[in-house]
């Protein structure tokens, strides 16, 4: 479906519940502020709901306060609901419960998994990120970029790219990026505020799940788990999946970074996240599994001990080592 679909969509609608996936990241968070300022500035009604909190690293974009947290039974009045970032509708947990008969979805995404659950979707699987999918959007629909969008625009590029330096990094990418700067953004105090501003608390948290580092495959996998327990004990203030995980794949020889998570809200559940490098396909492991994302990152869960999702998992990964 084209971009066209979208704007018809924005334009033909007066009010937006605007929300991502469950442990937002900066391209979650940065998609979802710059589509929120788009629809303002185009006059439309925009709310953001999101599942769980924000995190500390990107309270420094501007209109995070303007988020409000799903609540059971709250009710909220809008025409269509936006996900962004959303592979399948289950992405959001809670807060697409809120759809109603007569709602529309509407879908923008650039996961290869995306299951096309939208009344409208724009799914772009070679999209660096969806805040290039909304930086399409705003030059398509002619919407002026102040400083505030270009600086969650940039925030979801940066994040989702590695800052540029995975595989989905194009020269698109850098004249995106060349054309935000032009805003006057002050992108090492982006950078700072997303990789460069960890507490006393949150290094000592980081150093307890290294402290329980391991390795399979003779150093290709390198796997860590977190316990329910471990949980319930600390309060992360912080994108802990990707901090882990970028550290993970820093490992001389790793393939394949694996976190496994026991859910406190859900007894019984393993969240997997992964990352890769070389010829492994993450993607087509988390989706074996109901999940998906990329090649090179994705996730799932496995009903199931973490014992158990840990034996499934780096069995699918031999495979692919093979």
């Known amino acids: 479906m084209s971009i066209q679909k979208v704007i018809d969509c924005i334009n033909r609608n007066k009010k937006f519940l605007i929300t991502s996936h469950q442990n937002l990241e900066g391209d979650a968070l940065g998609s979802e502020i710059a589509f929120y300022r788009l629809l303002k500035k185009k006059g439309k009604s925009a709310l953001i709901v999101n599942q769980d909190p924000t995190s500390e690293e990107y309270t420094f974009l501007k209109d995070t306060k303007a988020i409000s947290r799903y609540r059971p039974k709250m009710k909220v009045d809008f025409d269509v609901l936006v996900l962004l970032d959303c592979s399948d509708k289950s992405r959001p947990g809670k807060v697409y419960d809120l759809v109603s008969p007569g709602k529309t979805v509407l879908n923008i995404d650039h996961h290869i998994s995306n299951t096309k659950f939208g009344e409208v979707n724009w799914v772009l699987s070679d999209a660096s990120s969806v805040a290039e999918m909304v930086y399409r959007l705003y030059k398509a629909m002619r919407v002026k970029i102040d400083l505030d969008s270009a600086r ?49 608390s949150d290094m000592f948290l980081l150093s307890k799940i290294f402290s329980r580092l391991e390795k399979d495959a003779s150093g290709k996998i390198i796997i860590f788990q977190i316990r329910i327990n471990f949980l319930r004990q600390k309060k992360v203030s912080f994108d802990l999946t990707e901090n882990i995980l970028n550290f993970g794949r820093l490992i001389r020889g790793c393939q394949a970074c694996v976190l496994f998570r026991e859910q406190v809200s859900k007894p019984g559940q393993i969240r997997v996240n992964f990352r890769s490098q070389g010829k492994v396909d993450v993607n087509r492991i988390a989706k074996f599994f109901g999940g998906g994302g990329h090649k090179t990152a994705s996730g799932c869960t496995i009903i199931g001990s973490l014992k158990q999702a840990r034996k499934m998992v780096v069995s699918k990964i031999k495979e692919q080592l093979k």
């Open 152 to 200: 969650a625009l940039y925030t979801g590029i940066l994040t989702d790219t590695g800052s540029f330096r995975y595989i989905n990094t194009s020269s698109f990418t850098h004249q995106m990026a060349a054309e935000l700067m032009k805003h006057k953004l002050d992108i090492l105090e982006i950078y700072r505020n997303i990789y460069e501003s960890v507490s006393y």
